[in-house]
């Protein structure tokens, strides 16, 4: 059974960072700015994995809960930001256009879920982030352009499974049955639509299916990609008796304090060929491909521009 982990790239492709953080910025001081409305604990631990990598590579963190700022050190001038609050959907969309408008700020993180009075508008406030800034693929345009392809940009986690199967040199879908199971469209819709252009017979299932139908076909399917939020989900009645499947585990969550996951790792480890463990490469590869889509965005910034006019 071949583990598939990424700790190792994620930390090649941070050194890298750090070259394209130089080669872009010099020594011009950027930061990354979070909308962080609503403190749990899975979300408390994304957010300081990606604090760590930002200052890892030179970036600056500045956190906007809904009535202070946190910041890692005093250089920025925030005044314009200070004695805010941030409780209500035009305060909110107000902020998001004074990150859009600074220059020092290279990406907006809207942390989701949005609760209280923001929830029903969460869509509204992520179509507010500029699409040069909108690095965690959030808006409705970053996402229509990516789809067609009029720019070469894809999510952060959708990013990290197809440079998983790059560095495994597990590039042969050609006419491969892949089975989808999946609860969001940041995932499905790019992994599917690339797999699909590789030749890829391609089964996507959702909350819609039924646990018959989802066994049924992924008994049948070499690539089995999970990400439900369904603890365990994924177990040896999944599997077929072949031991030539490949399990790409993308979930990753916190449940009564505890690290969970989609796949039973357990009881399908000794009858697939291949695993992604969890965790192990999620995490790591997923906030390293999150701050790649800072500078690949900048690599086509001009082809942004001209279609957001």
Known sequence: MLLLTWKNKAELLKIKHKELRTQYFWNERRFVGVLFFWKNNPSQVYVNLKRKYANEIWLDFL???QWKIEYDNDYFDLSHFQNKEYIYKEQVIELIEKLNNDDRCVWIICQLPLTGKLSGVQKEICNYISPIKDIDWLGDKIQEWAFWWKIQFLPATAQAVISLW???NLWDFNWKIISVIWQSDIVWSPISKYLELQWAE????????????IVNQ???SDIIISCTWDLHLIDENFIN??????????????LD???????????????????SPVPGWVGPMTVACLFWNIFIIRDQINKIENYYK
């Not at 008796?241 to 916190?254: E, R």
């Not at 690290?259 to 291949?274: E, G, I, L, P, R």
């Open 202 to 213: 391609v089964h996507r299932f959702d909350i819609q299916n039924t646990t018959e139908e």
């Open 257 to 275: 304090w505890k690290s969970t996951w989609d796949v039973n790792f357990d009881k399908v480890k000794n009858k697939v060929y291949a695993i």
């Open 63 to 65: 956190v906007f809960w």
């Open 166 to 168: 790059e560095a495994y």
């Open 241 to 254: 008796k072949s031991n030539n499947q490949i399990i790409i585990d993308v979930w990753y969550w916190f």
């Open 218 to 220: 992924t008994r049948e």
